[in-house]
């Protein structure tokens, strides 16, 4: 998980909302299972978007504002964000191909 962001209520503004680079949100929870199995996948884009967008994870139990400030309910939740803004978004579990070319929507 070398190149996947680890998301807090906290550093979210600073590392999400004002990123200079588009951003892919992972809204997860240990827990959960589907989350778990797309786990491998966020690792994966991590690795293959390095320095064009910043992947990460956000722990909906350990970072409930954000998870409600998004109207999260269920998960796993997948925004991608450009400029501070939602883009665009998934829920459950997603095949690879389809989240990357979301992403290739917003890199520059």
Not at 74 to 102: E, T, W
């Amino acid at each position: 998980m070398a190149n996947v962001c680890e998301f807090t209520d906290s550093n979210f503004e600073t590392e999400v909302l004002q990123s200079a680079e588009p951003v892919l949100v992972d809204f997860w929870a240990p827990w959960c299972g589907p989350c778990r199995m797309l786990g491998p996948v966020i690792e994966q884009l991590a690795a293959e978007n390095a320095g064009s967008v910043k992947v990460g994870k956000l722990d909906v139990q350990d970072n409930p504002t954000m998870a409600a400030r998004y109207g999260i309910s269920n998960i796993p939740a997948i925004m991608v964000f450009q400029g501070g803004q939602v883009v665009d978004s998934f829920i459950g579990v997603q095949p690879k191909d389809r989240l990357q070319s979301a992403l290739d929507q917003v890199k520059a």
